[in-house]
């Protein structure tokens, strides 16, 4: 019994040890992507295919972590596929790496904000991974929903409420 609880504790550093290397990968897309915003690019990153670990591991969360953490994990994630909805509802996905847009129809203020909270988020996340901020409240933010929604109705993608 204690070898296989030694075997599941490493086994469980070492999922952390990803996860924690797949969201600093993910939040540095993040901080290009800004930097993209910020010069009015003509096209965003996309980040779909930077989530391999996560993808291929999420039973392996419910057995070998909390669950706060796995709230929070599964949280930034759930967080990146709505940017990713968001950003694919006006541009067109390229060679499975980037989206592509006309300037002008670009939302670049609220998509700022999405990858600039979402950054934050997985900060924290990261923190909680590595052993800081166990106990901690999820920081995924609150207003999430509403502006995911708000964003969404100006997309065209559901009726105005």
């Known amino acids: 019994n204690q070898r296989a609880d030694r075997r599941t504790a490493a086994e469980a550093l070492r999922l952390r040890a990803a996860l924690a290397a797949e969201l600093r990968a993910l939040q540095d897309i993040y901080k290009r992507?800004?930097?993209?915003?910020?010069?009015?690019?003509?096209?965003?990153?996309s980040t779909r295919s930077s989530v391999i670990v996560y993808r291929g591991s999420v039973a392996r969360l419910t057995m070998l972590l909390d669950d706060p953490l796995i709230e929070q994990i599964v949280g930034v994630f759930a967080q990146n596929?709505?940017?990713?909805?968001?950003?694919?509802a006006r541009s067109n996905f390229k060679c499975g790496l980037t989206y592509q847009f006309a300037v002008a129809e670009a939302a670049f203020e609220e998509w700022k904000t999405m990858y600039a909270e979402a950054a934050a988020d997985i900060s924290f996340v990261c923190r909680a991974l590595e052993g800081h901020d166990?106990?901690?409240?999820?920081p995924?933010?609150?207003?999430?929903?509403?502006?995911?929604?708000?964003?969404?109705r100006r997309a065209g993608l559901q009726p105005q409420a």
């Open 140 to 152: 995924i933010s609150a207003a999430w929903p509403r502006k995911f929604d708000r964003l969404t």
């Open 81 to 88: 596929e709505r940017i990713e909805m968001v950003i694919a």
């Open 33 to 45: 992507n800004l930097q993209l915003i910020e010069k009015k690019a003509d096209h965003i990153l």
């Open 134 to 138: 166990r106990n901690a409240p999820a």
